[in-house]
């Protein structure tokens, strides 16, 4: 059970490119959640200096994304939408993002995740998402 | 006035070093909208060879700030939120991004974008964004 | 086609019994849109004196069913998400709503609806919202 | 300390005629939370006769500003926006909602919210909101 369930999380992150490009890591699976980390590289900035929204929105939709594969067996799943909320200015080098799921029905999985930032030795939530996906047939 | 306004704008583009890094132009600005465009490449795609809904994400998103900065003057603007739809499976290599400001309050501007890619010489729109940003005094 | 069409979507108001308690009131019908009004009453306001966000919020998802319902032939809908932008403080007493359909697929439909209000004799968007609908089949 | 905060949650529940016109009862105040129940009446249910979208996005968006006003001090808050997720279908007749702030700016304040239903003696939750607020200054 948890190793089908762990592979059909893990194919998610092996095949997707531009997760692999930001330099996202998958470091946990749960039966309904998904945890990642990414240690922020300079040109992952935006004009302030701060980690940029879109690299945030992209680390906290893909383990949204963990987290509903882990829940949807045999099928895939695809963003339908997000949303997210910036809390704090993203700063600091390493993020970690934790995804569960709150609703997993037969065609539609809705599932939240918090990204938090660690800097000057301390973690703190920077952003919330909740997140549709669709079960693909 | 024209000029100045040229000029905010441009500047969140200089200065947002992801932004250059996947590649997105600014190729067009007007009194309270701004228009880009990305060459998507190969490394910003997902698992099913689609363009990454992060991809997309960060493209409205910066072009939504974009529009957000021709209306803001001296002041600057950050994203306090945002919310987008994945219309169709984004296939193609070229896509452009149309952001307007639907309200611009004191504290608060309001924007959205659509995310069109061109795929077999087509046109369609794949997402559509809708944020809130902060006017930073 | 037509008449089809305006059952399809007259239906959904008739049996709605909180829509006809707000007074809200369908005004208009075409292939991918719907339009409605409501006379704001003295109860619907919240502790400023503005519109209540939960009556604009009522107003804006009901008339973007109703646009869904026209494109959606013999199946019905539901509200999966909605997320909504107020614009300006929600004075006056005559709100209209305008949706339309963003995408049509098989098992979901996006839209998008903009309220308006008048005050003073001037008609301002006020809120606006971007709602994903299950078809149910 | 919880005088003043109480009747600053208080006041925004009392002076809320649509709040009173729904039904909903304030039943709960922390330092950074508020707990609402409705008993819901026939003619607050939809087309298929489960509770409509706009009482629960309503209980939903109260009872996060009620959240916000218990940490906003002398300062009231306004809806700058919220999204909210439908769970499941709304069955039952009594609606509960827990909503808490997730971060508390100088001048935005972001809160969520969910919404339980009790269905043949059993709770779920049905809806989850996330809202921003305004502090007005």
Known sequence: MNESRNAQVQSIFDKARFIHALGVKLTGIGDDWCETTLTVKEDQRQQHGFIHAGVIATLADHTAGGAARAVSGKQDVITVEFKINFLR??????????????RAGKSI?????????THEGEEKSIAKLTETLSVIS
């Not at 200015?89 to 709150?102: F, I, N, Q, S, T």
């Open 89 to 102: 200015p993203a700063v600091g080098k390493h993020l970690r993002c934790h995804a569960k799921v709150l």
């Open 109 to 117: 999985i809705v599932a939240e995740a918090v990204v938090f930032a």
